[in-house]
């Protein structure tokens, strides 16, 4: 269990970087046409997000956002098991930093990213659906918004929230078991 702790970071890393294949096959945003007649509607998956590239500035831009996700998943993925592999004591020849970096902390600062690259896209589907959305009382087409992206986004702000109150009581576990073995070698 103490493993696990000390490699949480690594954990939630690999954990986000798998779950974001997942949640790409979610749909992000759905297509519609409604009419007096009726309504069609088609959902569009995190992978189909990367070709956005005809929905104007909002469409190309979510599609580079959507594809810095991924580059940033798989990054996340490969650390996180890396990590957790020397932990276990199995790769041994991965590096505890790099450069000045450490792993762990470098593990955290993707997590950051993850998050920030997703709100990002959040904010630019936002405006993707807004500005490709016509209609009046007799037909309506345009996009809106699905819940994959609030899912990939729930995750993130999770995995983040996660990781820092471990952290934190870890932290103070380390300075409690320190302040003891001070005042019992006194």
Avoid: R
Avoid at 44 to 52: I, P, Q, R, T
Avoid at 77 to 92: E, N, Q, Y
Avoid at 125 to 144: E, K, P, Q, W, Y
Wanted: net charge neutral; hydrophobic share 50%.
């Amino acid at each position: 269990m103490k493993t696990i702790k000390t490699n949480l970071t690594y954990l939630l890393s690999a954990a986000i970087g798998v779950l974001t294949f997942i949640f790409f096959a979610i749909p992000y945003l759905s297509a519609y046409v409604n009419s007096i007649l009726g309504g069609a509607s088609e959902g569009y998956s995190g992978y189909k997000v990367m070709d956005l590239w005809e929905g104007g500035f909002a469409g190309v831009i979510s599609s580079l956002l959507q594809i810095l996700v991924l580059i940033t998943a798989v990054f996340l993925l490969a650390l996180g098991i890396c990590g957790l592999l020397k932990g276990f004591g199995i790769l041994k020849a991965f590096p505890d930093a790099f450069g000045k970096l450490e792993s762990k902390k470098l593990a955290q600062y993707g997590l950051y990213a993850y998050t920030g690259i997703n709100a990002l896209l959040l904010v630019f589907l936002i405006i993707f659906t807004a500005s490709n959305s016509d209609g009046n009382d007799l037909l309506s087409a345009g996009f809106s918004l699905s819940a994959g992206i609030f899912i990939t986004l729930v995750f993130a702000i999770a995995t983040n929230v996660t990781s820092f109150i471990v952290h934190k009581l870890t932290k103070s576990e380390t300075s409690t078991e320190t302040e003891a073995k001070t005042e019992t070698a006194e």
